[in-house]
């Protein structure tokens, strides 16, 4: 049996008529006549009084009538369910991001739940190498990652411009100048972090670039570490702008320019480029380019191609 002979079933039983359900349901009356007994055929069971005056539900015929009334229910809840999912009263929205590029989400998050209060976000930590096989594996909707991707299944868009910054004790020696030469660091203590990444190995070129040394004493692995143990008085960090940033305006941490170093990076938020996105992760989307709009630099919406 099918939700459509269910229907036709119900429209009979509750006009207790045939040419009456015809009407209700814009159909002739013979066709409803041959749904009903095709019906019949299949459960094996006479659902109507031919004899009564009113079409009236046998015995057997009532019993089909409580599951088919829960049946026409369901598909009216489901019906409810796509329907809310559309206009995102419900639904969920999966994204991968590591330690840094996660602070990237917080005013998009704040920004998405009031718009989107009843979507179900979850952001999973990940290594940005880690991120391209999640995709792939519909294990997430986006990611957030530092580099371009060279997956051509991977649709990138920048949507944050980053720089990388020197910080410092508010007491240390460099604290007293608001800039340095590259040069002025290579007897200075780094502490660095020890995950390999794009912007690391970016660092590490430079000094040898201008023949300087790295001097990393201590590897650390969260960037939260790294900024509190300089903040009490160890060494010297570079660091994402982004992540430095509260701990400067606070003046726990100083940023010192290093014109050498002066390195940008972006932020890009990344999907299967196949993938036919979620309203939720439509609505999404929306929001990113919205904060470039609205709040511009560092925030930006630029899709890449190729």
């Given at each position: 049996?099918?939700?459509?002979?269910?229907?036709?079933?119900?429209?009979?039983?509750?006009?207790?008529?045939?040419?009456r359900a015809a009407l209700r349901l814009h159909r002739t009356q013979p066709a409803i006549s041959q749904v009903i007994r095709k019906l019949e055929q299949e459960v094996e069971e006479v659902l109507f009084e031919r004899a009564a005056r009113n079409a009236s539900l046998t015995a057997a015929g009532e019993v089909l009538r409580a599951y088919a009334e829960r049946l026409l229910n369901l598909r009216g809840?489901?019906?409810?369910?796509?329907?809310?999912f559309r206009s995102l009263h419900r639904g969920r929205l999966n994204l991968a991001a590591n330690e840094y590029t996660s602070l990237y989400l917080l005013p998009v998050l704040h920004a998405f739940r009031r718009l989107s209060p009843q979507i179900k976000v979850t952001v999973q930590r990940s290594l940005a190498s880690r991120m391209t096989e999640q995709l792939m594996q519909h294990a997430v909707e986006f990611g957030i990652i530092s580099y371009r991707p060279d997956d051509p299944q991977i649709r990138s868009i920048v949507v944050y411009r980053d720089e990388l910054v020197l910080a410092v004790h508010p007491r240390h020696a460099l604290a007293r100048t608001a800039r340095v030469s590259i040069r002025d660091l290579e007897a200075e203590n780094f502490i660095a972090h020890n995950i390999p990444s794009p912007l690391r190995h970016k660092v590490m070129q430079t000094f040898r670039r201008h023949r300087t040394p790295l001097n990393m004493g201590v590897?650390?692995?969260s960037l939260e570490a790294i900024k509190r143990f300089v903040a009490m008085g160890n060494g010297i960090a570079l660091l994402p702008?982004?992540?430095?940033?509260?701990?400067?305006?606070?003046?726990?941490?100083i940023q010192v320019s290093v014109p050498e170093l002066v390195l940008?990076?972006?932020?890009?938020?990344?999907?299967?480029?196949?993938?036919?996105?979620?309203?939720?992760a439509v609505?999404?989307?929306?929001?990113?380019?919205?904060?470039a709009k609205e709040h511009g630099d560092p925030f930006v919406f630029q899709v890449e191609r190729g």
């Open positions: 049996m099918d939700l459509f002979q269910l229907e036709t079933f119900m429209a009979v039983a509750e006009e207790r008529s045939f040419s809840e489901a019906a409810t369910a796509l329907s809310e590897e650390l692995p702008g982004l992540t430095a940033r509260p701990e400067i305006e606070r003046g726990e941490l940008e990076h972006r932020l890009r938020l990344v999907h299967r480029r196949q993938a036919a996105l979620s309203h939720a609505a999404f989307v929306k929001v990113v380019e919205s904060m």
